[in-house]
């Protein structure tokens, strides 16, 4: 890493630092394999914030399952963490033959959280394909799951493809800087991943920390009616 990078790298953390040195945000992480074997009993805190919900990877496209998945699933919920599952969208694969294998694994009665999509790519796909498959994507999760699944994506990614066209959903928007997303379309982020870098005690390797839009509430992200309400115990 040469000066320059290293210079920015010191600054980002200086001004994220800075950013979240006294707040009451509502913070949670995202997981996958990716992590490692996790010690749910550590996951408490990151930079001295307590942590209140955690997204966790379940399935990619009509076949990868997360091999993960249940033991962190278990795991968050054993620790009291509000828990959602994601899935990861790939444009190559029919909506649904994926959203079949999200259903398998998400079991609708195991959430607290709506489920995401995370849409990253367009693959070959043209852009009238792409957001016809995405869609049917989407309304299949809803109706399964009676609620309106969260989009995630890159702040990039948002404003070149899916800007004007999905504003009635909730979007979790991923920006590592030191600076809040910026919604070509003026929507409202829900959720921002601002690092992907986060150190938690107890998950063996860096972690995505995500904060909640302090004009959404979190029972606002439920489920259902039941996990609202243990969410506004939890507060």
């Excluded at 997360?66 to 444009?91: E, I, M, P, R």
């Excluded at 938690?200 to 259902?224: Q, R, S």
């Amino acid at each position: 890493m040469n000066n320059k990078r290293i210079c920015f790298f010191l600054l980002t953390l200086f001004f994220v630092s800075k950013l979240f040195a006294a707040d009451d945000s509502i913070y949670g992480i995202d997981i996958s394999h990716h992590q490692g074997e996790i010690s749910w009993e550590q996951v408490k805190q990151w930079n001295g914030k307590k942590l209140h919900f955690v997204y966790i990877k379940a399935t990619e496209g009509a076949t990868l399952i997360d091999k993960n998945y249940k033991k962190n699933l278990q795991g968050a919920k054993d620790q009291n963490l509000l828990v959602g599952s994601y899935h990861y969208f790939k444009t190559g694969s029919s909506p649904e033959a994926q959203f079949e294998n999200f259903k398998k694994m998400a079991s609708k009665d195991s959430q607290n959280l709506i489920p995401i999509v995370d849409v990253e790519e367009r693959g070959k796909c043209n852009i009238e394909a792409f957001h016809a498959r995405l869609r049917c994507f989407l309304k299949l999760v809803e109706k399964y799951y009676g609620c309106k699944p969260m989009i995630y994506t890159a702040n990039n990614f948002y404003n070149k493809h899916l800007a004007n066209k999905y504003k009635e959903y909730k979007v979790f928007i991923g920006r590592y800087s030191k600076n809040m997303p910026t919604m070509k379309d003026k929507q409202d982020w829900c959720v921002w991943q601002f690092s992907k870098k986060g150190v938690v005690h107890g998950i063996p390797k860096a972690v995505d920390i995500n904060m909640l839009h302090e004009k959404f509430e979190i029972a606002k992200l439920m489920i259902n009616q039941a996990s609202a309400e243990t969410a506004s115990s939890a507060f």
